[in-house]
């Protein structure tokens, strides 16, 4: 079994800034691309940032300049750092990882539960 657990969401007014933090546990053989997703209601899972295990990454527009993708690939664990918060980044965020469990087989992408970022105007 693989696990991805997230945690850093909250509160947060306009302007601040929190950090999410997402580590992958289990029968992991290997990493490739781990991510963050954000879906707010009414609305589709968008890719907001994400980072290949050489440590390329790739942002959403709307939150270049704002956000930083980073990992630890010791650690199994991605972050995203966001600052400068607008109401509009409000959004259940889900943590991803393309994920190879035994050597030489495929990799399938798990996801994590999701966590609750909230801004405040």
């Known amino acids: 079994q693989v696990q991805l657990v997230e945690s850093g969401g909250g509160l947060v007014q306009a302007g601040g800034s929190l950090r999410l933090s997402c580590a992958a546990s289990g029968s992991i053989f290997s990493i490739n691309a781990m991510g963050w997703y954000r879906q707010a209601p009414g609305k589709q899972r968008e890719l907001v940032a994400d980072i290949t295990s050489g440590g390329s990454t790739r942002y959403a527009d709307s939150v270049k300049g704002r956000f930083t993708i980073s990992r630890d690939n010791a650690k199994n664990t991605v972050y995203l750092q966001m600052n400068s918060l607008k109401p509009e980044d409000a959004a259940v965020y889900y943590c991803?990882?393309?994920?190879?469990?035994?050597?030489?087989?495929?990799?399938?992408?798990?996801w994590g539960q999701g966590t609750q970022v909230t801004v405040s105007s």
């Open positions: 991803a990882a393309d994920i190879r469990r035994v050597v030489l087989s495929g990799t399938h992408y798990y």
